[in-house]
Structure formats: C-alpha cells, structure tokens
C-alpha cells in the first residue's frame, strides 16, 4: 500500500514538473512549488519592448530587474533596485545612476550601464506601443544614444531632452514595463534580419530577475525555475508552475481539492462561495487600471459629442457596480486613480435614458444606429458588454458584440479600427500626472503617429486645451499650483465628454490557499514571488 502511493505521488508531481495536463486525481501541491492558475489568452509577448499587458507584467516582474523601484503607496518614493543610488542635478536637467557590481544575468553575464542604455535604446528603434512613454519625454530614435548613456561600466548618464520634473523619468524606470534591462549580448546573439533580438524574445527571456523562463507553451502552462545566482539572494520556492485554466468553476475545485495553490480571475460567485473557508485566504489587490468604456471618435456618431454624452447616459454605473464588479472592480468615474488628494470627486454620473433620447435626436439620430462592441470574452469584461449592450437598447442604439482574445481586441485598439471597446488599461500605479496623461492627452491625432500608449489617441480624442494643462503639470514644481492644473484638467475632461467613459477601478482578487506564506500583491500586478513559501 506505502508503496502504491509512493508511486502514485511521484508520478503525480513528474506530471507537474513535465507540465503535462493536471489529472483528477487530488494530491497537495509540492512543497518547494508554487502552482498556479490563470487565463494567459492576453500572454502573447514577453519581449519587454512589446508586452504591455498586465499577465506579461506580471511574468516579467520575476524574470528581469528595473534601476528602481517605487515604495509600495508611495508614487514620489523611489527604491533601489539594479541601481543602489542615484544622483539629481542641481537644474534637475540630469540624472546619474550608480549600478550594483554584484549583479549577474541568467546568462552568466555581468550588468553594465551598457545593458541598461540598450535596452531603452531598443525600445526605441523597434518602436513598438511601449516606446511612446519616452517619446513623451522627448526621446526618439536619434537622440536617445547620445542622452541616455554608459559613462563607465557601472554609471548611466541620463540627459533630460525637455524641460519636466525629473521624478517623473525616474518613476517610468520604476514601473514601464519597457524599462527592465536585458542582457544586450545574449538578445543579441539570437538577433535575425536586425531586429534586436524582437523575435526570439516573445517566447524567451534575457533578465537578471529571481527566476529564469524554464518552458513557456501559450495558452497551456509556464514553468519558472529558480535563479540560484539572483544578487538579491535566492527564491524560498524552486519552481513556480502557471497553468492556462479559464473555468472559474475549475480554479474554485482545484483550489479546494489542493491541486493549486493560488489563482487568478476567479469569478465572484465562486470566489463568494468559499470566502470564509480556514483552508483558503482571499486577498484584495487594489490596482491603479480602468475598466472602461471607450467610443471611437473616428466614427462620426461618436464624434458628435451630444452622442458621447448620450452613451454616457446609457450607462448603468450603479447596477454594474453592485451586480457585475464585486471582486473585480470599485465605482469608480473619473479619469484618475481613487484616493489620490489630486481626484476630483465622481461627476454622479448615472443612467437616465429620456435624456439620452433626447441628446440623440438633437444629434440627429432620433431612431439611434447600428455599432459594435468589442471585448474580451471572459469576465468581467463579457458582462460588462453584455449589460451595456442592453442599456443601449433602451436608448435605440442597436450593438453587436464582438470578442476575441487580447491580442484581437486591444490590436483593433492600438488600430484605431473599432467602435465601442469594453476594456481596462491606463497606468498601473497611482499617479495623477501619468492617470491624466494616459486618458486625455494626445499630442498628435495623426493615424501614422504611432501613439498607442496613449488611449486618448486610441480613441482619436484630441484636446489642445488638455494638452496644454497636462504639459503644464508635467513641469509644474509647485505642490498648489500642480493639484490645481489636475482638478482643471478633470473639469475639462469632463465638459468634453471625453470618449473614454471609466466604469470601474480594478481589484485584483487572488485565491490562495492558507498555507501559501509571503505572498504580497503589487499594485501594478508586477508580483514577484521571490520571498513567497509554504508553510507546512
């Protein structure tokens, strides 16, 4: 009998380690792993340059470094990381960073400020939606060799190229997605046609994080191992096991029965159900990005902005806060993370259907018209769609839904080709400059300009006027003067039925079983799992 189960163990956990399909046969997760479960259709990328998605994030946190880190709560506190200290020029037109000496790559490469100039300068030259956080700033292709540059192995100069608040470059290295460093000899040695590395990097890495990418199989499972060599000493955990699981009702019984030990994305009726439970720990994970609604002012209806205002109305803030959000999301009706001092209170926003009638037929559309909705077909996303199609209705507007996985949705996003999205985004932590920025400024509405981390130009929204404030608090260095431009700003967001409509600010609600130790969610869902255990 000891024997039998012995074996039975063992070939259970060679399933795990191998990654084969999890069998219904209840075991307890191995001691040294972590196994998790979460939908990974939005995890088509992990090169840094272009995987501006939160599960990439997520991934990316544990495989690479960034020179800083923000203090958790704190969006002017900034932490070492990769670099231990740094230095600000008196007329802040200048930033130093002293790097680590201690710092290997997976490859067994030693950091140097060569690596890290790269790899901003190849977020650059390939010139995907992430590079537009340093365009920005004013870096380009052309200028970002010369400003952005190794003084030595161990010291990166970095040269404003326009007048701003130095903290605000120095909190995009903290939390762009775009700004981990690569091992630029290892990119490079997979590099084909030029292309730095772009191609093998989507399914490979090249980081100094915790953990190295063992095995990755989209839309199945990813195995993260533990780096022994990691500078800032080694994992508690020897694997880290993600499996691609979108049934709720199946993350719920595996999590019951102890074959994970944590999910992501379980709907709120399961998640409902078994809170409460000494065998599970549910954790609340406030994140700075937007559920929203976004129309398309290229489509001449929602170009008219008695239109806008009109699908604003239609909107039924109150019932899908308390019938479709729990779990997911807070109310949330402002183009700026809650509890920030420079938020505005909510406009009250809320549905009133005879007076979206009535906008429409001023705007010429008495008897509505036809749109689409496009979203991604899990929850809550599904469901949002799904109740704003309804509430459409009742206002004459007749929508069709369209979903699809990440790469569909938010592709015909970054496209500028859609009517209506159901979708969630913006900064991930909270900052009222970089929230503004995100939703309301587009300096340049031109198809070709290549803007897409920028939902404003998503949305073809264009606002000097906006423009202008959000410029001016990027530089503004009086405290007063700064919360005055944001509250304007959210006026004004505002009066011009921006066409970006937030619905929600999202929670991140993980599962855990109890006896998973250490784990602290990120707010920009950048966990790492470094100090996670298990304690049995």
Known sequence: MTTAFTKLHAGLLAAILALVPMTQVSAKTPADQLIVGMSMVNLFSIDPANAPGLDASGVNANLYDTLV?????NPEQHLPQLAERWTISDDGKQITFHLRQDVKFHSGNPLTAEDVAWSLYRVMKLNFGLATTWKAYGYNVDNIQSLIRASDTHTLVVDLPQTMDPLLLIDSLAISPSAVVIDRKTALAHEKNADLGANWLVTNEAGSGPFVLSKWTANDSLLLTRFDGYWGGAAKLKRVVVRHMTE??????MLERGDLDLAYGMAAPDIR????????????????????????MKQPEFANPKVREAVRNLIDYKGLDEQ?????????????????AARLPDP??????AKAKKLLAEAGYPDGFTTTIRTLSEPPFIDIAARLQATLAEGGIKASIVNGTGNQVYGAMRARNFDIIVARGAERYPHPYFSLRTFAYNPNNSDDAGLPNFQGWRASFFSPQLNSLIDQAGVERDAGQRLNLYHQAQKI?????????????????????????GFAGDDAEATRYLGVYKQR
């Open 69 to 73: 880190k923000r203090d958790q709560g």
């Open 248 to 253: 709720s009702q199946s993350l719920r019984l």
């Open 273 to 296: 159900a078994i809170d409460g439970s000494e065998k599970i720990h549910v954790q609340s994970l406030p994140r700075g990005t937007m559920y929203y609604v976004a129309l398309s």
């Open 324 to 340: 479709v959000m729990p779990y997911y999301g807070q109310l949330n009706q402002q183009p700026m993370q809650l509890s920030l």
């Open 348 to 353: 009250g926003y809320h549905m009133d259907v």
């Open 493 to 517: 967001y505002d009066e011009q039925v921006g066409p970006i409509m937030m619905i929600s600010q999202m929670t991140d609600t993980v599962v855990s079983a109890a006896d998973v130790k």
